[in-house]
């Protein structure tokens, strides 16, 4: 089982419609979470972190973590074009709490159509 | 947010020879910095934990002979791929944070490609 997983989609929502990103982990001692937006030929840039069960709110971004399911989700309200990215989910390695050492997992391709 | 910056941002370069790759730290002091790699359409994967004044430790599965990592420092940190060879081709990117418990923030990367 892969320590992180997600869909790797692609998600393909309408402008101004609301875009859900799951995310699955395997390690229950995992206490950090992290969304990272990674446009094509970019390097990944962060978006979110989540620390506690329950939702976490940014602008137009809301994270979401259940640590009894060991489930994150990432959801964008009125999305935009601009959204249009890989989402990348990611823990700190093998539960430990260096947030510089990262396991991503495969990424969902969010298309957001005009 | 802080910067982080890698030079240089495309490389290519013929099978068996070496490339180096900087990876600095603008505007603060980095006494660990964090190099990934990412082959075409896949995720990033952490390739070594480089350390300013003391042997880089590298992840499982990964040539340390061939990667080496110096981190002379503490803005400072190259990843230079030694006889390199097409399979290396990649987009490696160096990651640092300004605090212990702080965000991580990413270079450009540098896409490198071994003909």
């Known amino acids: 089982q892969k320590e992180v997983e997600q869909n790797s989609g692609p998600l393909s929502v309408p402008e101004g419609a609301i875009a859900s990103l799951n995310c699955t982990y395997s390690?229950?001692?995992?206490?950090?979470f992290f969304w990272y937006r990674q446009y094509s030929g970019k390097s990944p840039e962060l978006i979110m972190s989540i620390y506690s069960n329950g939702d976490k709110e940014d602008g137009r971004f809301t994270a979401q973590l259940n640590k009894a399911s060991q489930y994150v989700s990432l959801l964008i309200r009125d999305s935009q074009p601009s959204d249009s990215a890989t989402y990348l989910c990611?823990?700190?390695?093998?539960?430990?709490?260096?947030?510089?050492?990262?396991?991503f997992g495969q990424g969902t391709i969010l298309t957001v159509h005009p | 947010g802080a910067v982080v910056s890698q030079h240089p941002s495309w490389v290519i370069c013929k099978s068996g020879t070496s490339v180096k790759i900087e990876c600095r730290s603008l505007d603060f002091q980095a006494t660990t910095m964090f190099w990934y790699r990412q082959f075409p359409k896949q995720s990033l994967m952490l390739m070594a934990t480089s350390n300013e004044g003391s042997k880089a430790t590298y992840e499982q599965g990964v040539e340390k002979d061939k990667f080496l990592i110096n981190h002379a420092s503490l803005t400072l940190s190259t990843l230079t791929v030694t006889s390199a060879h097409p399979e290396d081709s990649s987009f490696y990117i160096c990651?640092?944070?300004?605090?212990?418990?702080?965000?991580?923030?990413f270079g450009e990367g540098s896409r490198l490609t071994v003909l």
């Open positions: 990651s640092a944070r300004p605090h212990a418990d702080g965000e991580l923030f």
């Open positions: 390690d229950r001692g995992s206490q950090s």
């Open positions: 990611a823990v700190p390695h093998a539960g430990g709490t260096s947030y510089g050492k990262l396991t």
